[in-house]
């Protein structure tokens, strides 16, 4: 039997890896059920006569201009919300004369957005010309949250709101966040399914918390506490935030790895110099690592806490939940998803605007804990990702999702 055509419309994978975590656990049964297309728009090669069209197409569409008035009802930056509603309408634009000319030519296809921004956009231009397609989108963070665009609006919303069969969110905060931000009501249209992540093997984590029983204290002892964050390192994330909590921990042993680049490494290297020059802590910047070897070293160095300071946070970080799958207490901040997989079950939840004394108490308290203590933290983790961040039974949710459109 002929598979139905499935278009995945992504930014940049695979040619570019940074969506890798979010969609590589999901292809392989999208693979098995459907004909799919993957379609990286922002790297199929447009032409400067085909981006110089779209951008004359933008400046003269009707549709830019009512982002600008529905902005001003707002009470929005004008000047900025039209920088971005061109910026965003001039992709969309340039991406649907790829699509028209390249990849659309199935019958009863389904056009499946990763981004709930320009990349579905371009398909949603050309549903008139392919009515007989199902249009449905993801969302994460940045593509659901007003404050997170320049001007605080996030343009066509209701354009697409309109065509879209189906808008799949991250988080269940997000979603409401959008149906009261919209004045939309619950329905089937507005559906949450968590990522998910694959199982790990978990032989080495067995009573690993007893070396930690006694790792307070003034002595420094060979089995440090094993800290692990991984993010960019970008205002948002607050890494930053992380290191001052360590440097106002004097009687607790850590190594603390991070995985992460960005635009603030510099200051996190200086502050990581200044900690490695205390008796009692040690730090490891790792760097931008790709995810399949960030997996590979978290399942070897038998990691004891697992950390995020975020101050936002649209879904549940896939970080969270890869941390979760290895059984890993974490600490993080109660933003976004980020209280739909922490609790004080599997680990603290921080308040949204944690002091770095606040976020090395949470440390501290943790380590102070007894080896039992710990042990049920991991095991709560664990039953969290089995019970909401499987990617097996999250994949074949979408899949039966996508089948019944």
Known sequence: MKKQKLYLLTQAYPIKQRETSFIAPELP?????????????EECGHSILNRTAALIKSLCSPLLYRQLAAAKKDGKKIFKVFQFSLFMLWRANTYADYLKKNVFDAKNAIVYGYWYNEIVLSALLLKDKYPDYKYITRCHGYDVYDFRVPGDFHPYKKFMDERLDRIIFACNHARQYYLKRHNKAESDKYCLYYLGVPA???????????????????????KPLTLVSCSSVIPLKRVGLIADALAQINDTNIHWHHFGDGSQMDEIKQKAKQLDAKPNISCTLHGYVPNAEYIDILGSMNADLFITTSSTEGGVPVSLSEAASFA???VATAVGGIPEIVSEENGTLLGENPTAAETAKAITEFCALAAEEKQAKSHASLKKWENCFNSHNNSQKIIDLLKHL
């Not at 693979?31 to 297309?37: A, G």
């Not at 067995?206 to 003034?218: I, P, V």
């Open 200 to 222: 790990k093997d978990l032989s080495r984590r067995s009573n690993m918390y007893t070396h930690l029983a006694d790792c307070t204290g003034t002595a420094v002892t060979d």
């Open 29 to 41: 049964y999208l693979k098995e059920n459907f004909d799919v297309t993957v379609v990286p728009l």
């Open 328 to 330: 890993i207490p974490v």
